[in-house]
């Protein structure tokens, strides 16, 4: 089985930064992608960032510009690094694996942005 663990939730205060880690771990496989999702209380889960295996990258609109993805192939992990962060921003972080035509997510990490 494939294990996703996301790190690195917290508070800050709006105009701040953090910065999101997820890792998949198990047996061997091979993935196509990982990326981010998010929950805020009430609210359907939403897409936030996705990084590809050739390197690729899509944002929803909300966060372009201050979020960005990045993938560490090797070690099978993605980073999201978050920048003027916004009350907006909070809510539970997902991380997201592909692995041919399954899906794997990871348990969620609280993001609360203060204003």
């Known amino acids: 089985q494939v294990q996703v663990v996301e790190v690195g939730g917290g508070l800050v205060q709006a105009g701040g930064s953090l910065r999101l880690s997820c890792a998949a771990s198990?047996?061997?496989?091979?993935?196509?992608?990982m990326g981010w999702y998010r929950q805020a209380p009430g609210k359907q889960r939403e897409l936030v960032a996705v990084?590809?295996?050739?390197?690729?990258?899509n944002y929803a609109d909300s966060v372009k510009g201050r979020f960005t993805i990045s993938r560490d192939n090797p070690a099978n992990t993605v980073n999201l690094q978050m920048n003027s962060l916004k009350p907006e921003d909070t809510a539970v972080y997902y991380c997201?694996?592909?692995?041919?035509?399954?899906?794997?997510w990871g348990q969620g990490t609280q993001v609360t942005v203060s204003s």
């Open positions: 990084a590809y295996i050739n390197g690729g990258a």
């Open positions: 997201k694996v592909w692995i041919g035509p399954h899906e794997f």
């Open positions: 198990g047996n061997r496989f091979s993935i196509n992608g």
